[in-house]
């Protein structure tokens, strides 16, 4: 049977009903991989006829999980940032995504990269409240989202101090 946005909401909403815990997310990741594994679905909500923007799949009323299709304006390179309260689950649709992991050293002001990785259609990863990452991803890349509740109305944090593409350089090359 193939797997669809009812069932992804479903296994999201039973994952998420016992708390959201690292398993949780675990399996908020896996329920994602397998309808990225949904080639209808992937048409229908990062197919190369559809506008760019991001799109509101699913806002659940009672846990106030939120399932977006992304499609970019153009490439994207982040700084590093967290989501404030909220964690956020990635999954990638269409072509790539370069994520990379971050961490304040102690005594330190600023993030240095620690892990830097390919996301490719399929996979999916979450960041976990407070949790620092940076996106690095080409004008092709579509990917699918899921967050805690409405971040763009918390204070997320972002390092807009640190040049992303250079540290990364430095430090994982
Ligand atoms: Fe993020």
Known sequence: MTYELENLITDCRDALSEGQSTEALEKVCDAMRKILQNPAFVEQHFGKHLEVGRTTLYHDPDLDFYVYAHIPDGAILSAPHD??????????????????????????????????????????????????????????????????????VLPCQYFDAVDTRKSIAEHLA
């Open 83 to 152: 989501h404030a309260s909220a964690w956020a689950a990635y999954g990638q649709a269409v072509d790539n995504t370069q994520m990379t992991d971050w961490v304040i050293p102690a005594g330190e002001e600023l993030p240095k990269p620690v892990k830097t990785y390919s996301m490719t259609p399929g996979t999916a990863g979450f960041y976990n409240v407070g949790d620092l990452h940076s996106i690095d991803m080409p004008a092709t890349s579509r990917f699918l989202r899921i967050t805690a509740t409405d971040i763009d």
